[in-house]
């Protein structure tokens, strides 16, 4: 009996292991109930076993890069030291992780939850203010389920936590926090002006929990990137009536932006200059959950350029703690649409933009005009160009302006470009313009200070660009920078350019004939002619006292302008004479010396006669003529001074050492119908030369006069001989066939036809009137 007493009241350990497992399958874990028992019964040993295990399966994931998987063993390992009250350690883990969970981008609010609530009950036993704040601040958001037992007042985040000694200061990124308030920002438009109001737009909206206290944002920087100065918004009283509706609880509320006010004292210590000093405004910025609020003001750009909002930063300041958030990120700051007033309450408008928060800034469109108020289409070289500014002062304002002035051209070519009163001043204290190298670099004028213009005032400015001699296409740039007197800080420009195309004015052709030169030459024989080299004339020049020869010039001058121009006087001139001569230039004797017009494309003929002597008998070179046509003109209505334009000749040859022979011929007076036609041979040489003379007979003409003779120059002479023509034909040009042979240098001559004759195919040829 004692033996089954003792069998029914005891089991063994093996009997009832037994009997377990008949019931549960206990081999590969504990039972449940066990299990948490047994973890404290047996101590840190299992707490260290299983947080090895969770951090080796941490790391295996981590090599797979199963991020998300991580991310749940990292959590769990948390748990395990806050189920150990390891804090510190838990806090060590749980805060890196609640930083960087992908969860939250991934929309996982369960697990953020969990993860959130976990690190809010860690960093609350060790007293780390900063994190409970800013966890606490994304409890708030709606996204995450609420729990009833807890009170979503964001002011009474640090209730029950001791005081420390510094004011905790969170900053939490919106990026990589679920804020409970978000904050958007829009431009009205995608393109401003310097200078002009531009609308803008922030919107703040409350994604709290519909039982949580409201949340009240102490102020609102926002920072921008161009040319535009900060806006620091207050929570203050709101100045206008804001306009709100039940149904979307949406307030619209108008906000005046003021310069930001310092005192002397605080101004002198600060580093930031008062030009960026920001702008700032009072609204009410108190957020109940569900509540939208937009606030619009406008602020006036003092820069050209892209002007977009760096960041948002939310300010929140309670009692015992303050919070900032701030926003970066272009998708969260971004605006789909404008809220505007209506009748039935605030309604929305769908921006153009891509970008809300991006803005390009342009130049303020000045309202100063600048006409050039005398430009021809067309101007000529070695013309004096006077171009008259008129600047009309159309602005609301007065204002203060400042011209600027450049030529652009070729490079080499620029000519230069004087102020109309600067060149006035020059030439009263008897210097130049140009002058001071100081008041002109290439071809850019000094700024000229035009001073105050009132409204609708006009100021007139002349420009003179110095004559060019080569053609040219120019660009005239001016520049008038300016300030409205209202608004110093907004600079304004207005650039006008013009081009202004110089060109030629004329272009000529030349003819260049011999004529017969009546006076005599002077004699080999005579010595008072060899030994006059120390004769001087009275300016101290040697005379000239050797060979002369006449020649005639004859200049065919066209006009290439397009209107008509005046012609003052033409005539060549010697620009240089070579070897050893002295040239005269007179014209003829019907050559018109007045004025004359010339229109355009039109043809105008002058002849001169030029007068080439050599200095010395025994020169035997031949000479060369530089020689320029020298036109003096004006344009028709023009009261100036004549313009000087000169046209190149080309370089004629006179050559002094060689025979040669001219043809010269008349109507003969005694007898009509005959022509008296004269060959003068000359020999300018120091040799005596003879000639063999032919005159061939001719079916267009009988002549009178020798066929063949034989003729010899001593040096320094000339011989004439005449032969009486009787045309048979009338009307027609007669060519007739004379051959002077050079029996000296071997070589025929030839004839060169004079005044009134021509050279053709056949030779000199001779007119014969119809009438003789």
């Not at 002397?264 to 960026?276: E, F, L």
């Amino acid at each position: 009996m004692p033996r089954q007493s003792s069998r029914s009241g005891e089991e063994s350990p093996r009997s009832q292991a037994s009997s377990m497992a008949s019931i549960y399958n206990t081999y590969l874990c504990r039972e449940p109930a066990n299990d948490v028992p047994m973890l404290i019964r047996n101590g840190p040993d299992e707490y260290t076993a299983s947080l090895r295990t969770l951090q080796r399966s941490a790391d295996y994931f981590a090599e797979k890069e199963h991020t998300r998987a991580v991310e749940r063993l990292q959590l769990e390992m948390g748990r395990l030291h806050m189920q150990n009250k390891q804090w510190e350690r838990a806090a060590r883990v749980l805060v890196p992780l609640w930083q960087t969970l992908s969860w939250r981008q991934a929309g996982w609010w369960q697990l953020l939850q969990e993860t959130d609530w976990a690190l809010k009950e860690c960093v609350r036993s060790i007293q780390d203010k900063e994190t409970l704040i800013a966890v606490d601040w994304e409890l708030l958001n709606k996204s995450l389920t609420p729990r009833q037992d807890y009170e979503y007042d964001f002011s009474k985040v640090l209730e029950g936590l001791q005081p420390s000694g510094s004011r905790p200061r969170a900053i939490v990124r919106a990026d990589s926090t679920l804020s409970c308030i978000s904050a958007t920002f829009a431009f009205s438009a995608a393109e401003g002006n310097v200078g002009e109001n531009l609308s803008s737009q922030l919107t703040l909206s409350s994604q709290a929990h519909g039982e949580s206290a409201p949340v009240v944002v102490s102020h609102i920087k926002i920072a921008f990137e161009g040319g535009l100065r900060n806006i620091d918004i207050e929570h203050g009283s709101a100045k206008s009536p804001e306009t709100s509706t039940s149904q979307e609880q949406v307030y619209l509320h108008p906000v005046s932006l003021q310069k930001a006010t310092t005192d002397a004292s605080s101004a002198a210590s600060s580093s930031i200059p008062v030009q960026s000093a920001p702008l700032v405004g009072a609204a009410n910025l108190a957020l109940a959950p569900g509540i939208t609020k937009s606030l619009s003001f406008d602020h006036v750009p003092r820069d050209a350029g892209d002007v977009e909002v760096a960041n948002i930063t939310l300010y929140v300041g309670e009692d015992d703690f303050d919070l900032e958030v701030i926003i970066t990120e272009d998708e969260q700051m971004h605006q789909e649409n404008l809220w505007s007033p209506s009748i039935s309450g605030p309604s929305q408008k769908r921006l153009k933009s891509g970008r809300s928060n991006f803005v390009k800034i342009l130049p303020k469109p000045p309202k100063l005009q600048i006409e050039l108020d005398n430009l021809l289409p067309t101007y000529f070289t070695n013309e004096a160009i006077s171009i008259d500014l008129l600047i009309s002062n159309e602005e609301e304002d007065e204002t203060d302006v400042i011209l600027d002035a450049r030529l652009l051209g070729p490079p080499g070519s620029l000519p230069m470009i004087t102020w109309a009163s600067d060149e006035e001043i020059a030439i009263s204290t008897g210097g130049s313009a140009a002058d001071d190298p100081l008041k002109r670099i290439g071809s850019r004028l000094p700024s000229k200070h035009l001073g105050k213009m009132s409204r609708l005032e006009k100021r007139r400015q002349s420009i003179h660009i110095q004559p060019t001699l080569e053609p040219a296409e120019y660009l005239l740039e001016i520049k008038a920078g300016y300030h409205v007197l209202s608004d110093l800080e907004t600079p304004i420009s207005e650039t006008f350019s013009a081009n202004i195309n110089v060109v030629r004015p004329f272009e000529a052709s030349y003819n260049f004939l011999p004529l017969l030169c009546p006076e005599p030459w002077p004699s080999y024989f005579d010595a008072t002619n060899l030994d006059n080299d120390s004769d001087v004339d009275g300016a101290g020049e040697q005379k000239a006292s050797g060979l002369t020869q006449r020649w005639s010039l004859t200049s065919r001058l066209s006009s290439l302008a397009d209107v008509p121009l005046i012609i003052d006087n033409l005539e060549p001139q010697a620009i240089e004479v070579h070897e050893g001569a002295v040239c005269k230039i007179s014209p003829t004797a019907n050559n018109k010396s007045e004025t004359y017009l010339i229109a355009p494309s039109d043809l105008q003929e002058r002849k001169f006669i030029l007068e080439i002597q050599k200095l010395d008998l025994e020169d035997c070179r031949s000479t060369f003529l530089d020689l320029q046509l020298e036109i003096r003109w004006h344009r028709e209505g023009s009261s100036g001074p004549s313009t000087i334009s000169h046209v190149a000749v080309p370089e004629l040859m006179i050559p002094f050492g060689e025979p040669r022979v001219l043809a010269s011929a008349q109507n003969g007076e005694v007898s009509p119908g005959v022509v008296h036609l004269d060959y003068i041979i000359e020999n300018p040489s120091m040799y005596t030369l003879t000639f063999n003379l032919t005159m061939d007979t001719s079916e267009e003409f009988a002549f009178s006069g020798v066929k063949n003779v034989s003729v010899q120059l001593v040096p320094l002479s000339r011989h004439t001989v005449r032969y009486n023509l009787m045309p048979l034909v009338k009307g027609i040009w007669i060519s007739p066939q004379f051959r002077v042979f050079d029996t000296h240098f071997h070589k025929v001559l030839k004839v060169k036809a004079t005044e009134g004759m021509r050279n053709d195919k056949k030779g000199v040829s001779v007119w014969v009137d119809a009438e003789g």
